[in-house]
């Protein structure tokens, strides 16, 4: 497509209940971010694809957060059991390989944990 | 720890003034430096990216400034326009940390008519 799609665009879930964000990169871009930003701060890194290398996880914030990427395109941000203080807005960035500090990003996800 | 700030959370302007919107930076492991302007609502948009070599790099109505001496990075904006008006955040790509990029807080910009 024509710019970073990211799915939903709000969620509201039950604290305790699993929630799936999606996002669809730039075709052709080969780097996947998935940032988080709670309100009024900024962006916290939380995982990081690149081709098909290891992914860099090291932003994740605890085990019930995780990511893939399958067939090096669409990516999938799972998070388990959650939580008030997950509630924030999830945004995806992709970049191809000569570009990498020139993210574009996509809207993001609201997710509201009540 | 090392972080990039911002040294206002604010910014208010009048419609036809330049606007500047500073960054405070601590680690000197930066090769790229980025401002990013996110509008409400949206993801952030790329403005203008900066590398640790340079001192000063010019777009559209935008110049970035950097200084390392004191570990710092301004954005000015000229003749600011209410379109202007949007969270300007700076990042910064550190040497050891691939392509992965660190946020500073954002400065809210507001442009009065």
């Known amino acids: 497509g024509a710019g970073v799609s990211q799915s939903p665009s709000n969620k509201v879930t039950e604290k305790g209940k699993d929630v799936e964000l999606r996002c669809d990169p730039i075709?052709?871009?080969?780097?996947l971010y998935w940032y988080r930003q709670s309100l009024g701060q900024g962006l916290e890194f939380l995982i990081y694809f690149q081709g098909n290398s290891a992914p860099d996880k090291s932003g994740l914030p605890s085990d019930r957060f995780s990511a893939e990427r399958t067939g090096g395109s669409v990516s999938t941000l799972t998070i388990q059991r959650t939580q008030q203080e997950d509630s924030a807005v999830y945004l995806c960035a992709s970049s191809s390989r000569g570009q990498i500090f020139g993210y574009t990003f996509g809207s993001g996800t609201r997710l509201t944990v009540v | 720890g090392e972080s990039v700030g911002l040294h206002l959370p604010t910014l208010s302007v009048q419609e036809g003034d330049n606007s500047i919107i500073n960054c405070a930076y601590s680690n000197s492991a930066s090769d790229y430096f980025i401002w990013y302007k996110q509008e409400s609502g949206k993801g952030p948009q790329f403005i203008i990216d900066?590398?640790?070599?340079?001192d000063k790099r010019q777009g559209q109505r935008v110049t970035v400034l950097l200084n390392k001496t004191v570990k710092h990075l301004s954005l000015q904006i000229a003749a600011t326009q209410p379109g202007d008006s949007a969270v300007y955040f700076c990042a910064e790509k550190r040497r050891t940390s691939g392509s992965r990029l660190t946020f500073g807080e954002g400065t809210q910009l507001t442009v009065n008519p």
């Open positions: 900066i590398r640790s070599n340079m």
């Open positions: 075709s052709g871009h080969t780097a």
